[in-house]
């Protein structure tokens, strides 16, 4: 019992709120401290203990979301020695139900490492889900090797682009047009584009300017508690960047302080 989920808000920057939250895993052990999920997801997957983890992450996110307004979503990370797992299917059958929670609230995000380990094997389980009712997001596009042809074989409902993008799009042309040219193919697919890691309000901005669909980063929430998430979802989008202080403004704080 020393594992816990936070979840982190997902942003529609059409209606200005909250529409969804994607589950992150957290280990607080007695013996070494709050753990990086960098640290110790590979080594549970190299041990196959992230299957059950997986299993329990799974029912404990969607018995979650349950309880949440009916417009919201919860996404959860798969690793790719789940899709290896003959009952993975089933054990997101079994969460659904045990929850309540309708299938189309949740939603599955994969990385572009999932489908080159798998391949077709985790593509027929991916057309399965959508056949329930489920969705599938391709997370990190633009840092693997194969994002064209996957997104030619399978429709994803979602495409994140990813953080190494985001971080410049504010003083790179080519940021921009990067990051422009993955919103006009999927928009052109039919898919919904989220940008990872937005950090700042002038990143917001200009995302907001290339018509990005939604965002999620600490310019609106890091990943809380699920007690905190009523409070969140009573706020809008004004109120929860309200407080945020630029990078050039602490710089012009303490440059004004130092003066």
């Known amino acids: 019992d020393e594992l816990f989920l936070v979840y982190q808000p997902i942003v529609d920057l059409a209606e200005d709120r909250i529409a969804g939250f994607e589950t992150l895993v957290r280990w607080r052990s007695p013996e070494f401290g709050n753990v990086s999920p960098a640290e110790f997801v590979p080594i549970a997957e ?3 203990l992230i299957v059950p983890i997986g299993e329990w992450i799974l029912k404990t996110a969607t018995r979650a979301a349950a309880s949440w307004p009916n417009h919201l979503r919860v996404s959860v990370n798969m690793s790719p020695v789940q899709f290896r797992n003959r009952r993975l299917l089933s054990s997101i059958v079994e969460a659904l139900d045990e929850s ?6 949740l939603q599955i995000e994969i990385t572009e490492t999932t489908l080159l380990d798998a391949g077709d094997h985790t593509l027929g389980v991916l057309r399965d889900l959508r056949v329930l009712g489920g969705r599938v997001a391709l997370d ?18 979602k ?29 052109a697919l039919g898919m919904t584009t ?21 965002i999620q980063g600490y310019v609106v929430s890091a990943a809380v508690d699920p007690a905190t998430i009523p409070d969140l979802l009573a706020r809008n989008l004004a109120e929860l960047t309200g407080e945020l202080v630029e990078v050039d403004d602490i710089e012009m704080i303490d440059a004004t302080v130092a003066a």
Request: hydrophobic share 35%; proline share 3%.
């Open 194 to 214: 989220v940008a990872e890691g937005v950090e700042t309000l002038s990143q917001l901005a200009e995302l907001r300017k290339l018509g990005c669909q939604e």
């Open 46 to 48: 190299e041990c196959k």
């Open 140 to 157: 990190d596009f633009g840092t693997g090797y194969s994002s064209l042809n996957y997104l030619r074989r399978f429709p994803f409902d």
């Open 100 to 105: 309540g929670l309708t299938p189309n609230r």
């Open 159 to 187: 495409v994140k682009i990813d953080k190494s993008f985001v971080d410049d799009v504010t003083g790179s042309q080519e940021s921009r047009a990067l990051v422009r040219a993955i919103m006009d193919l999927t928009g």
